[in-house]
């Protein structure tokens, strides 16, 4: 299974996405159909972003190549259904939102948000992915062990699923 699939399953444990998805691609060019679920899956895709923004930020910047790889997964995720510009800001306020407050604070916003350990993986796993491609540096290794830790997981269970991210 593709790391793609495996996000898009894990992300179907949150209320609303597969049938937003779903509703999306039957809409078609129906835009007054469209907008509602395109703005759904945007809302629901939001602490995605965050838990990415965090993990991209903890070297003290998300570089343009972090935020281009964040904003393609997004997109990717709904089938294309948030374009790449959408992506970009999505992932641009996420940036915004980890420099006004605190990493801290974003995780336990996104940990609060995404109630099932499955949607939390994938949030974890889009952020780590980014993170493999320029080699995860120190500090982004202890982003994701608080993060970790602010989603109740074991060492050992991060790890693993930053295994399965590397993909």
């Given at each position: 299974m593709s790391l793609t699939d495996t996000l898009k399953e894990k992300l179907a444990t949150i209320d609303g996405y597969s049938e937003s998805l779903s509703g999306l691609q039957e809409a078609g060019d129906d835009e007054m159909v469209a907008a509602p679920r395109r703005a759904a899956l945007i809302a629901l895709l939001t602490p995605v972003a965050e838990c990415a923004a965090v993990l991209a930020q903890a070297d003290g910047s998300a570089d343009s190549a972090?935020?281009?790889?964040?904003?393609?997964?997004?997109?990717?995720?709904?089938?294309?259904?948030?374009?790449?510009?959408?992506?970009?800001?999505?992932?641009?306020?996420?940036?915004?939102?980890?420099?006004?407050?605190?990493?801290?604070?974003?995780?336990s916003g996104v940990a609060d948000k995404l109630e099932s350990n499955d949607a939390r993986e994938a949030a974890f796993m889009v952020g780590a992915n980014v993170a493999w491609a320029g080699g995860v540096s120190a500090s982004e290794g202890a982003a994701m062990q608080s993060m970790a830790s602010a989603f109740g997981w074991e060492i050992g269970h991060m790890q693993k699923l930053l295994g399965q991210a590397h993909g």
């Open positions: 972090e935020q281009s790889k964040i904003a393609a997964r997004l997109s990717e995720l709904t089938d294309g259904g948030i374009d790449s510009d959408t992506a970009m800001r999505m992932v641009g306020d996420a940036i915004g939102k980890v420099q006004s407050s605190s990493a801290d604070a974003v995780v």
